[in-house]
Nanobody
Framework: QVQLVESGGGSVQAGGSLRLSCVRF????????LAWFRQAPGKEREAVAG?????????YADSVKGRFIISQEKDVENRLILRMDSLKPDDSAIYYC???????????????????WGKGTQVTVSS
């Protein structure tokens, strides 16, 4: 069973930056896709960014394009990174790391295609 553990959340003022990290434990499956989702109070969960573990191709929600970068660090641990710059109060949410098995036709930003989820890390951006 894949386990995902997020870290790096916190409180920051608008315009600031945060770096979220997600470490993946368990079976080292090949052909995974990985993503960040977020959910603010009273709102539905939404995709933030996704990455194909094999090809490195990425996808971003329009609301974060040009401000957030998703990447991986595989040298020591299987670590998924979300670099967030120019943060806005609307970015405040619980951020979740997710992993799923690749499919022939996949949408990196579709939450239904992800099987494994972390417990989340809180991000709060004040104006």
């Amino acid at each position: 069973q894949v386990q995902l553990v997020e870290s790096g959340g916190g409180s920051v003022q608008a315009g600031g930056s945060l770096r979220l990290s997600c470490v993946r434990f368990g079976p080292n499956y090949a052909n995974l896709k990985l993503a960040w989702f977020r959910q603010a109070p009273g709102k539905e969960r939404e995709a933030v960014a996704g990455i194909d573990d094999t090809t490195g191709s990425t996808a971003y929600a329009d609301s974060v394009k040009g401000r957030f970068i998703i990447s991986q660090e595989k040298d020591v641990e299987n670590r998924l990174i979300l670099r967030m710059d120019s943060l806005k109060p609307d970015d405040s949410a619980i951020y979740y790391c997710a992993a799923g098995h690749k499919t022939l036709r996949q949408n990196l930003l579709n939450s239904e295609e992800y099987k494994y989820w972390g417990k989340g890390t809180q991000v709060t951006v004040s104006s």
